[in-house]
């Protein structure tokens, strides 16, 4: 058995990254719809309306929209919200997601992040009751699964897992831009940097080994790479750690 109607609330950037995945896995675009203002097509076979359809409850309601729309939302979907409601919205907690939609069967918090479009995201969890098998599946679908139950945390999580992959590609383009910087063409700089840092992932990935131990097997002894690595270590982890403490502080704020 999986859901037979899924509602998603908002599709843009980060919904339908979830939703391109479990198409790409075989969800039956006929079980989904999609409520978005515009009303614009999302996928082949997907049903998009602008409001709430007048219609029994799906098992599954996604709320897409940003945290600050919640509000506007959840009154007009009272009705809808009686099966399991999934959130995926930066700060807000499942209490306040309790307030907004009393009626719930169970309430769960998802952090996704976009790489989920290719199953290779990360999705951090936390829920008012277990999470049901077919949710279970579909966020598994999504890549790595990590359960959080201390909601407390949610905010630094948001911060690593749902806001890094802007800062994995703010360093790409720190890379590139050095190269550009010394001489090479900016448009090579770009694609060695990306092809770099891909493969470099891929290799820790599939090695087991700790990055840091891998940096280490880059830096010969008295080479280059240790050179530019006195350099980064000059403050990297410092303001590393200020970025994600600003994240989590505006998550915090995002969720009143
Ligand atoms: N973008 C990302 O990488 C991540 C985003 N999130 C969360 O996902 C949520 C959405 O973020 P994005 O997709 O980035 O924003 P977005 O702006 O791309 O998508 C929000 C969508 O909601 C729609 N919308 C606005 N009012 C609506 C209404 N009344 N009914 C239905 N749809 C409505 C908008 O048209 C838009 O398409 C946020 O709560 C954010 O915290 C979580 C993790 C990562
Ligand atoms: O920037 C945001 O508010 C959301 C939360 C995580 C990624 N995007």
């Known amino acids: 058995m999986s859901f037979r109607r899924i ?14 995945r479990w198409l790409d896995c075989g969800l039956d675009p006929a079980h989904v719809t ?12 997907v049903r998009v309306v602008r409001d709430v359809p007048d219609e029994p409850a799906p098992e599954l309601l996604l709320i897409g929209v940003k945290p600050q729309m919640l509000g506007d939302v959840a009154p007009g979907l009272q009705a809808a919200s009686t099966g399991i409601v999934l959130s995926i919205l930066a700060g807000t907690k499942l209490t306040s ?3 907004h939609f009393p009626e ?9 992040n976009l790489p989920v479009a290719l199953g290779k995201g990360v999705v951090a969890t936390v829920s008012d009751a277990p999470i049901a098998p077919d949710l279970a599946r579909l966020l ?20 690593l897992a749902g806001s890094g992959p802007a800062f994995a590609y703010r360093f790409v383009d720190a890379l590139a831009k050095g190269g550009a910087a010394l001489g090479l063409d900016p448009a090579q700089a770009s ?17 087991g080994t ?6 280490e097997r880059v830096a010969s002894k008295g080479g280059s790479t240790r050179e530019g690595l006195n350099v980064l270590d000059t403050g990297l982890d410092d303001l590393v750690a200020e970025c994600l403490a600003a994240a989590t502080r505006r998550n915090a704020e995002l969720g009143g």
């Not at 509602?7 to 391109?20: E, K, P, Q, V, Y």
């Not at 598994?140 to 911060?159: C, I, K, N, R, S």
């Not at 694609?191 to 090695?207: I, N, S």
């Open 34 to 45: 999609v409520v978005r203002p515009s009303g614009a097509p999302v996928a082949p076979g």
């Open 104 to 112: 719930a069967g169970s309430i769960v918090r998802a952090m996704p």
């Open 140 to 159: 598994d679908q999504l890549g790595l699964v990590e359960h959080v139950p201390d909601e407390t945390l949610f905010d630094a999580v948001t911060a």
């Open 97 to 99: 997601l309790r307030a």
């Open 191 to 207: 694609r060695l940097a990306l092809a770099t840092v891909g493969g470099a992932l891929a290799l820790a990935r599939g090695d």
């Open 210 to 215: 700790p990055p840091g131990e891998l940096a």
């Open 7 to 20: 509602w998603l609330i908002g599709c843009g950037n980060m919904a339908s990254a979830m939703l391109r």
